[in-house]
């Protein structure tokens, strides 16, 4: 079954405006991670925010977490169209090595 | 540094034959998974491996098989093909839980006839 789940599904924006998206998830956590993947290509690592931290920041991106909520969103600000792509959180569940992922945010960047 | 490497990239079988989707990590990472990427289904963890010689059950292990014989590799055996194992798969490997993300391979696509 999924961990993650983010929302929205799909998401349309133009060019300059900031682009959010959610994760929530079921069970506890040691840490959470987003990734992008543009169309036809393999995931890239963008951000991984441990339990103990509430933000973290990588260049225009911002990642909270709330882990009283099961819930972590993922702000992308001042948008590029190359930021079009989709986007996915992944946690893990401790006491394994597993990590699963979510359905993932398809994210369109409009120039 | 060619980071994580899967082969073939495209592939095509026909029902009940048997492959191994190969993949490689240079990097000297210890966790290695593979995962299948279906429409609307995000990605699914299939099996994954915290070093050679150990591995584990994902969330669809059933007609897969897995081994890690070194650090460097973790190759995908499909034991008798079906249409419904047509999907993307992906390889990956990061240094341990926690520590880091996971880098990903490119992918291979699978069709099932």
């Known amino acids: 079954s999924q961990q993650g789940e983010e929302d929205p599904q799909a998401l349309s924006i133009q060019e300059g405006e900031n682009a959010t998206m959610n994760c929530s998830y079921k069970t506890s956590i040691n840490n959470l991670q987003w990734y992008r993947q543009n169309s036809g290509r393999g995931l890239v690592h963008l951000i991984l925010i441990r339990s103990n931290e509430r933000e973290k920041h990588s260049g225009r991106l911002r990642v909270t977490l709330d882990t009283s909520k099961k819930s972590s969103s993922l702000l992308i600000t001042a948008s590029r169209a190359a930021d079009t792509a989709s986007y996915f959180c992944?946690?893990?569940?401790?006491?394994?090595?597993?990590?699963?992922f979510g359905t993932g945010t398809r994210l369109k960047v409009l120039a | 540094n060619a980071g994580v490497t899967q082969t073939p990239k495209f592939q095509v079988l026909k029902t009940g034959q048997s492959m191994t989707l190969q993949c490689a990590q240079d990097m000297n990472h210890e966790y290695m998974s593979w995962y299948r990427q279906d429409p609307g289904m995000g990605l699914r963890l299939i099996h994954y491996?915290?070093?050679?010689?150990?591995?584990d059950q994902g969330e669809v292990p059933n007609g897969y098989n897995v081994s890690r014989s070194t650090t460097e590799d973790f190759p995908l055996r499909l034991l008798s093909a079906a249409p419904s194992q047509t999907s993307v798969y992906f390889c990956?490997?990061?240094?341990?839980?926690?520590?880091?993300?996971?880098?990903f391979g490119s992918g291979t696509r699978l069709t099932v006839v």
């Open positions: 491996s915290v070093g050679a010689g150990i591995t």
């Open positions: 990956a490997s990061s240094r341990g839980q926690g520590r880091d993300g996971y880098t």
């Open positions: 992944a946690t893990d569940r401790p006491g394994t090595y597993k990590y699963i």
